[in-house]
């Protein structure tokens, strides 16, 4: 899903837990960090693994040694990022965009 880089990302957090396939624990960084989506996955009934924001009064529970499988997710867009042209992001219709990430994406799992 592509949002404007101005964005939050717990704005599109909402739509993007509707397509979640069933889990056990879901693992996002600190932007999804919302009450609103950490019911959401609750009632589907799942565990959110979320840290919490610097600035949370109550800290939520949270696994650091269970976060650690995130890296790998990280890893994938660090390898994305170097692709020059979704770097910059060249193209400025998303269709186009969405379709070199995925070409991009398919590369580099392939390799």
């Given at each position: 899903m592509l949002t404007g880089g101005q964005v939050a990302d717990?704005?599109?957090g909402a739509l993007l837990l509707e397509q979640l396939p069933d889990c056990n624990i879901l693992h996002a960084d600190k932007g999804y960090d919302a009450n609103a989506i950490r019911r959401q996955v609750e009632e589907r009934g799942a565990?959110?693994?979320?840290p919490p924001k610097a600035n949370r009064?109550?800290?939520?529970?949270f696994s650091p040694f269970l976060y650690r499988n995130r890296n790998a997710i990280e890893?994938?867009?660090c390898r994305l990022k170097g692709f020059r042209r979704i770097a910059t992001?060249?193209?400025r219709?998303?269709?186009?965009?969405?379709a070199a990430v995925c070409i991009a994406a398919a590369i580099c799992h392939w390799l």
């Open positions: 717990c704005t599109a565990i959110p693994n979320i009064n109550w800290k939520n529970c890893r994938m867009f992001r060249y193209d219709n998303a269709a186009n965009f969405l």
